[in-house]
């Protein structure tokens, strides 16, 4: 039996994909569950991605095998496409012309064949329409407004593409992340955690969290490499990645490690990122130069640092740059390093000096240059202590009482113990100097600091001399050392 000529009755949009469906192999829930999301043409069948089936109900293996046949039935064959009177483009025949061959062989079914009279039908006639749909939305990649034959598709190319990517940066966000297929320590980032809290005879309180993501600027590019493996695997299991674009792929990655090159690692992190949305959502070739991407993202090694600029010159007297965190990234504290030290016993900021490049345990302030100093003699007194003169040189001074008290009936003399005094000499520490004390230690640094200096020397024989000490805390938080020498012949 045979069907010369066009149909009798004209085939509706809807039967036709009903009928491409029956052709290949697709079970009838399937291709009620495509025509119910809007794909009820061939027209839209060919525009039909896998992303669009991730809600639906299609079970796996029949989502796979549509997704297969529309990659061979709308396969572009160009070559084979008639040509318009203008040369360039393809020519637009209508549906009917496609699907309506001369003679066309229907097969003997019984009853079936009265009730269903295209489920005889070879699959030549779905294949020419797909063949020209192809051809009309892939032909020289140029949409022609005023011509009914391309569909308005998004290009890159298109000058208000960056408009347009704002406007559907919420819709399209179901692109493949790196920070999604990272493995951390060889565990998947998307594996659960548990831990028991407590534990009792009546049960246990577990604690459990989901999936983390590591942030995108703590990768390193190994990390980088792997997932962007696991993301072309993902691609061609998916069907998003045909063959042929492999080496497109494979092209987009070899430029990215170029980058890694030239340019900051993080930067072409979020550059990479960026890119995989915009091709998510454009759909144009794996490695297309976007050059505004380039210039938003990428920044070239050392841009940030100039080997030809010069440190800022303090204008205040004593200015020193100090260290606000340790190599390690954690917070130094600023009151250990002051010279009144830090008293707290839980303090959560690290004890270590604050001068760049140091990072020892002790503070800042008794932080001793590895620059050799100029050594001088000892320090001469400048005049006697007589009483009426210091009078009028402390009038003003903010330890006068103590001072004019020490000069007439002498300090206090600073020892360990007492049997270790000369014989005949009776003497006691001052509170100031005691070792509880939270200023003992800034004094035993500073007289370290002078011994260094060469202000104080040690003396071959042991001399009969008194040196009291005193350690007067000043109001900006310094301190003050006093000390008095007498000999052997009554002279201070």
Request: with cysteine; hydrophobic share 35%; net charge neutral.
């Amino acid at each position: 039996m045979t069907l010369e000529g066009s149909s009798s009755k004209t085939m509706t949009d809807v039967e036709r994909v009903l009928t491409w469906a029956d052709a290949k192999k697709l079970s009838e829930a399937t291709a009620n569950a495509v025509i119910s999301l809007g794909f009820d043409s061939m027209e839209a069948l060919a525009l039909l991605e896998g992303e669009d089936l991730q809600k639906t109900k299609i079970p796996i293996g029949q989502q796979k095998l549509l997704l297969k046949s529309i990659r061979q039935s709308f396969k572009a064959e160009t070559e084979n496409a008639p040509k318009s009177s203008n040369g360039g483009l393809p020519a637009c025949p209508t549906i009917e012309d496609a699907c309506a061959p001369e003679v066309t062989d229907i097969q003997d079914g019984g009853n079936n064949n009265k009730n269903n009279p295209t489920s005889g039908l070879t699959d030549t006639c779905v294949g020419n329409v797909l063949n020209q749909l192809q051809q009309q939305q892939s032909a020289s990649g140029v949409i022609n407004q005023g011509s009914a034959c391309f569909n308005n598709i998004q290009s890159w190319q298109d000058p208000q593409i960056f408009i347009k990517s704002l406007g559907n940066n919420k819709t399209n966000s179901n692109y493949l992340d790196i920070v999604d297929f990272v493995m951390l320590s060889g565990v998947n980032i998307g594996d659960n955690d548990e831990r028991i809290v407590s534990e009792s005879g009546s049960g246990q309180l577990i604690l459990k969290s989901g999936p983390t993501k590591p942030k995108l600027e703590s990768l390193n590019v190994s990390q980088w490499s792997m997932a962007n493996l696991a993301i072309l695997y993902k691609l061609l299991e998916e069907g998003h990645l045909v063959q042929n674009n492999i080496l497109d792929y494979l092209s987009y990655a070899t430029r990215t490690y170029q980058l890694f090159l030239s340019h900051d690692v993080t930067s072409v992190f979020f550059y990479d990122r960026e890119y995989r949305r915009l091709q998510n959502l454009h759909k144009f070739r794996w490695g297309t130069d976007v050059p505004h991407i380039q210039t938003v993202f990428l920044k070239s090694k050392g841009s940030n640092s100039n080997k030809f600029s010069k440190p800022p010159v303090s204008t205040s007297k004593g200015f020193k740059p100090f260290s606000s965190h340790t190599a390690g990234g954690k917070e130094i504290c600023k009151k250990f390093n002051s010279r009144l030290g830090c008293s707290l016993s839980g303090c959560k900021f690290e004890h270590v000096c604050n001068v760049p490049g140091c990072g020892q345990r002790h503070s800042g302030s008794g932080h001793q240059s590895s620059f050799p100093k100029k050594r001088i003699g000892p320090v001469k007194p400048l005049r006697d202590l007589h009483l009426d003169a210091w009078v009028t040189e402390l009038k003003y001074d903010f330890d006068k009482e103590y001072l004019l008290h020490g000069i007439e009936f002498g300090f206090d003399i600073v020892t360990s113990a007492a049997n270790e005094l000369p014989s005949g000499i009776v003497g006691k520490n001052h509170p100031s100097a005691s070792p509880n004390n939270p200023l003992y230690e800034k004094a035993h640094l500073q007289i370290l600091n002078e011994i260094e200096c060469g202000n104080y020397v040690f003396a071959e024989k042991t001399p009969r001399i008194i040196s009291p000490l005193a350690v007067i805390p000043k109001p900006d938080g310094e301190s003050v050392l006093f000390m008095t020498v007498v000999d052997q012949r009554g002279l201070q």
